[in-house]
């Protein structure tokens, strides 16, 4: 039996919100701008890319005692995933005496706004980066600006105001701080419980549970025994992670799955644990975490994860939800068959682990059976002698869909190549492993690899087709170039 609400609970500026009678599938955007009335928050492209609909979504610090925020794109958010949590808007900024927060004065000052319909979104995500570096480098402001688009002023006075913002702030920094003193009680008060709720049966009860007239679902489980018990009761549930691939099926597609189960609740799933071997990553980390995380041992890894999109994109998307999606161009997967890193499956009480590279059968599918879902990822870090490189190819540089993405792990024994992985998207129907390249570098110096030997690899391991990010041509070149750029022998590379 499982507790039923049809509530989802939220707190704004210290007020407790509640919503019933609302579709499961309805946006935080939504229910911002028709429900609550706070239209500063924009809707542009409805796909997380504009940035006009960012707001903060906040939850309880791990004290209690103040609360952590990250910036999301609320067109993509469905509105039982932030239940529990605390919603700041642009209109959440003003202070009591009616003054502008500081990044919003500076604006003004720096004539950062044109049309202004943009405006509120970059407000929010530089406010929110101010958060946590209230003095904040140009390249951390160009980051945080990375998923807010403006077809007006060119950025350049935005970043002005960004800087000058976090300038007139130093004498006073608190001044930088969303004041959320009226959220704290609220949120204690609507707090779910952390350990599982059990019936006096002693049966596991799942709140909460949102049911629509038509019959539909959305459950939040807040256990892994939980989400293994819904997908045994569901096993044609939808999983939602981050929603920014579900969010994007609403919206565009209209796509109204019967029954979703929401990770975001789960405190096991958010949880990395770290030993000297390997990082073991949660099914719900977000990436913004794993980016962080590996930056140090993997720079190219991380760098990837920073282009994979903008930071309310990586807030909010996980690891382990890029991999179940399965695209051909996914950006993570290269990476994680290079490191050769494994997957904790889970179906009921029983697990199993899968490598990889061995987890893709064809075009969008993969080895999970009905109700079983991706508990973890187990990263290996990198060890003494081992070279791990990566970059991904796109038409835009940054928050852009890849062309080609290629990864490559390998050992320099007495100048001579071991243990060579490589792993390429976009030149398959799905992420995969290349093992004739392998089998080409393995066992020989760097100056030994020459590009016809490469050329001749790519063409046996790989159908030729175009595509429309990329002709084959251009493609097959990438995948070879890069491997050669990889290895040191770039004077090998050509047009």
């Known amino acids: 039996m499982s507790m039923v609400s049809n509530t989802v609970r939220v707190v704004i500026d210290g007020r407790i919100v509640e919503a019933q009678g609302l579709r499961r599938t309805t946006t935080l955007l939504d229910f911002l701008r028709e429900h609550q009335h706070r239209t500063g928050t924009k809707e542009g492209c409805a796909e997380g890319d504009c940035g006009a609909c960012v707001v903060l979504v906040g939850e309880l610090d791990a004290d209690g005692k103040g609360v952590d925020y990250i910036p999301v794109n609320s067109c993509l958010q469905l509105l039982p ?52 570096q209230p003095c904040p480098s140009r390249k951390q402001v160009n980051d945080a600006l990375q998923g807010n688009l403006c077809r007006c002023t060119g950025y350049r006075p935005i970043v002005d105001a960004a ?17 959320d003193s009226a959220d704290l009680d609220a949120l204690r008060e609507i707090r779910r419980d952390a350990a599982p709720t059990y019936s006096l049966d002693g049966e596991l009860l799942v709140q909460p549970v949102v049911r629509t007239r038509k019959g539909h679902l959305f459950l939040s489980p807040s256990s892994v025994a939980e989400v293994a018990q819904a997908l045994a009761e569901h096993p044609e549930a939808t999983l939602l992670a981050g929603s920014t691939e579900i969010g994007l099926k609403v919206n565009k597609q209209f796509w109204r799955p019967e029954v979703i189960v929401y990770l975001g609740g789960v405190a096991e799933l958010r949880t990395v644990r770290t030993s000297p071997a390997a990082w073991h990553i949660g099914a719900a980390v977000p990436l913004e975490r794993v980016m962080h995380l590996v930056a140090a041992e993997l720079p190219d890894f991380a760098e990837v994860l920073r282009r994979f999109g903008s930071p309310p994109i990586r807030s909010t998307a996980t690891l382990a939800g890029n991999i179940a999606n399965g695209s051909p161009i996914g950006d993570s997967m290269p990476c994680l068959m290079a490191m050769g890193a494994t997957l ?14 061995q987890f893709y059968t064809g075009l969008k599918q993969h080895v999970l059976r009905p109700g079983e879902f991706i508990e973890a990822i187990e990263l290996p870090r990198p060890q003494p002698g081992e070279v791990f490189r990566a970059h991904k190819v796109s038409k835009r540089f940054d928050q852009d869909i890849s062309a080609s993405c290629c990864a490559i792990r390998y050992r320099l024994d007495g100048g001579v190549l071991r243990d060579v992985r490589l792993a390429y998207n976009g030149v398959t129907p799905y992420p995969a492993r290349a093992p004739k390249l392998e089998h080409a570098l393995e066992g020989r110096q760097p100056r030994q690899v020459t590009a016809a030997a490469l050329d001749a690899a790519v063409a046996d391991s790989f159908p030729a087709r175009d595509g429309l990010r990329a002709t084959w041509a251009y493609r097959a070149l990438v995948a070879r170039n890069l491997v050669l750029r990889f290895i040191g022998n770039e004077e090998e590379a050509v047009q």
């Not at 700041?88 to 004539?111: F, I, N, W, Y």
């Not at 904790?344 to 590279?357: A, E, I, Y």
């Open 81 to 132: 995933s932030v239940d529990g949590k605390s919603i700041k808007t642009v209109e959440s900024l003003r202070r009591p005496d009616g003054t502008l927060h500081p990044v919003q004065q500076a604006m003004v000052g720096c004539h950062g706004t044109q049309c202004g319909f943009c405006t509120p979104g970059i407000v929010m995500s530089l406010a929110g980066l101010m958060q946590t």
């Open 163 to 179: 800087l000058q913002a976090a300038d007139t702030a130093q004498a006073d920094p608190a001044a930088l701080k969303i004041d």
């Open 344 to 357: 904790t499956l889970r179906q009921g009480t029983k697990t199993r682990r899968v490598p990889m590279d």
